[in-house]
């Protein structure tokens, strides 16, 4: 059960000749005329990927269903001998790997639940740590890894998941790519880098097929993946910049909350008059002329101009010339205001007004602003 998805890659750095594909890719559409097939089953360019360079993929997108995943059943024997690479383990592998792998999930009743078992035990028993140093060449890396480092990333532990499945008969195979990335929310684009190369599990189920799993601490279900959808537009540009900026999002982020707060503070008398005003104003056109009126009003308070609620235009005029700001502007502000009283107070339909009206108030606010 599934639905297919177009997706296009656009290669933003040059990149080897590895074609990378979504899960499920079943037609490729890519600028050449030959496409090679390596052994392990990757496809190649005949070139190597350079900047700009685009593709298209249409993927089928598995709907998986829990229920139906915990109910699957063993490999049947007879099924056995086409996932011989799949189970194979190495000759020297050493006993205690074996007995690790048969103490965690020998018992349990069904592939579903031992691969459970075994990926949960090793996230929750080995921490995740980069510094590690380079394992001897001389020894069972998946065996170092479980009993004697201890520790580290995500390589080992898709290799130690795969390796100990295989130990209670299923198919697996390690599988390396990339996370989806994160979403850019000003291209559209997901953005996948080199930090999101990663490793993990693929094992194979009766009647289902490969079934991801990450045994990576702290690592989401591979499942989650494939559903995989933006944010909102607003999380998803804050998560964007965040990850950009560091700490300076913070910042930046107490700024602007602050200057929008400030902002709201001294537009509030305002704001409050025009909540009224809806009550009383029948008009468009008055209403359009009172929030012009207001705003400008709360523009010049801040130079100190008190203007108490029960002052007329006229009265507002003559407390506005005595404003140093404004000397050069008193006839601009005195027709700003009988455009402002035709509209609010006149017949409807004088829409010649409205582009005067909101000229003045623009030279007003301007002239104010370079005169501070």
């Known amino acids: 059960v599934g639905s297919s998805q177009v997706r296009t890659i656009y290669v933003e750095r040059d990149q080897s000749n590895l074609i990378i594909l979504p899960p499920g890719a079943h037609s490729l559409y890519f600028p050449g005329g030959i496409i090679y097939l390596d052994r392990y089953g990757s496809y190649r360019s005949p070139m190597l990927l350079e900047q700009g360079l685009y593709y298209s993929v249409i993927s ?21 001998g086409k996932f011989t690479n799949y189970l194979a383990l190495p000759p020297t592998l050493p006993e205690r790997v074996r007995r690790l792998a048969e103490q965690i999930a020998g018992d349990l009743a069904n592939p579903y639940a031992q691969v459970m078992a075994l990926r949960d035990y090793l996230a929750q028993t080995y921490p995740y740590d980069l510094k590690i140093p380079h394992f001897p060449i001389n020894v069972d890396q998946v065996d170092h890894f479980l009993f004697s480092q201890r520790r580290g990333y995500c390589e080992h532990f898709a290799s130690a998941l795969a390796l100990l499945a295989r130990v209670v008969g299923i198919p697996t195979r390690l599988t390396t790519g990339y996370l989806p990335g994160r979403y850019n929310p000003f291209t559209g684009y997901w953005e996948v880098r080199s930090a999101d190369a990663h490793a993990w599990t693929e094992c194979y189920f009766t009647g289902l097929g490969w079934v991801p799993f990450d045994a990576t601490p702290g690592a989401r279900d591979p499942l989650e993946f494939i559903t995989e959808r933006p944010l909102l537009p607003a999380l998803a540009i ?29 537009f509030r008398p305002a ?26 009003i709360s523009q010049l308070q801040r130079y100190g101009l008190e203007r108490p609620a029960s002052w007329s235009g006229a009265e507002y005029l003559l407390a506005a010339r005595r404003l140093p700001a404004l000397l050069d502007k008193v006839k601009q502000l005195e027709n700003f205001i009988n455009t402002y009283e035709a509209m609010r107070f006149g017949p409807p339909d004088q829409s010649d ?20």
Request: a positive charge; hydrophobic letters at 45%.
């Open 238 to 266: 804050a998560g964007y910049a965040h990850e950009r900026l560091g700490v300076a999002f913070w910042y930046i982020l107490a700024a602007a909350l602050a200057i929008t707060l400030g902002a709201a503070w001294c």
């Open 353 to 372: 007004f409205q582009k005067q009206l909101d000229n003045l108030a623009q030279h007003l606010r301007s002239r104010v602003s370079k005169n501070k």
């Open 60 to 80: 089928r997108i598995r709907n998986w269903d829990k229920q139906m995943i915990e109910q699957v059943i063993a490999l049947p024997p007879a099924h056995r």
């Open 271 to 296: 704001a409050i008059t025009l909540r009224s005003l809806r009550k009383t104003v029948t008009t468009r056109q008055a209403y359009r002329a009172s929030y012009a009126y207001l705003k400008l």
